[in-house]
């Protein structure tokens, strides 16, 4: 029970931490990005951070694209799979509504920034690319620090502001903010995102873990 607790419930902090400090970052400065972007990414290193060292010992995918590839590697069955990419996606939509919610939103409040065109689609295959291959090549008492680090980069690196997290593009489509998605473009992110799962997946099958 604590693994699938762990899992609604991190993923529901992440993403309220991911579209709140965006929406406080707005508030602060509206009129400059730059810090609004500066204010969300360090939300969502320190976030990832304590997150995942804190729940570490029950589970702390968040993603559905990792517990695909753990799936995939063996270490968790179909079921659990299921469940938990089921807790990440009903987490994710929970932490955004909430976070609309405490900033005095509408609750639901269906995104309308656009975020398409195939650099963009590109954008999130790299990024999820290189969260997994992050994670898949990371032992496990440095997985936090690596985590964080990489997608504090990727949120600078990559046209696409690496969402690289299916649940979460789900759930910012409800936040019409800062981090929000067009809930038209969200069909074409979480596919960039598995592509750039499975690329990892592969590499460090067919490279990585034979060495």
Known sequence: MAKYVSEFLGTA???CAVVGSGIMGENLNSENDQVTLLTNTLATVFALYFLISSLQP??????????FVFCLKGEISVRTCTFFVVLQIAGA?????LANYMFGIEPVNFSEKT??????????VFATFGLLLVILL???????GGVAAYIGAAYWFTSSTSFANPAGSIGRAFSNTFAGINPDDVIA??????IGAMLAYLLHKQVFARS
Do not use: D, M, W, Y
């Open 13 to 15: 902090i992440l993403f």
């Open 58 to 67: 029950f589970s702390t995918h968040f993603n559905p694209v990792v517990s």
């Open 93 to 97: 939509v929970c932490g955004v509504i």
């Open 115 to 124: 975020r398409s065109g195939t650099n963009i689609f590109v954008s999130e």
């Open 138 to 144: 990371s032992t496990k008492e440095k997985v936090a």
């Open 189 to 194: 992110f979480c596919g960039a995102q598995v």
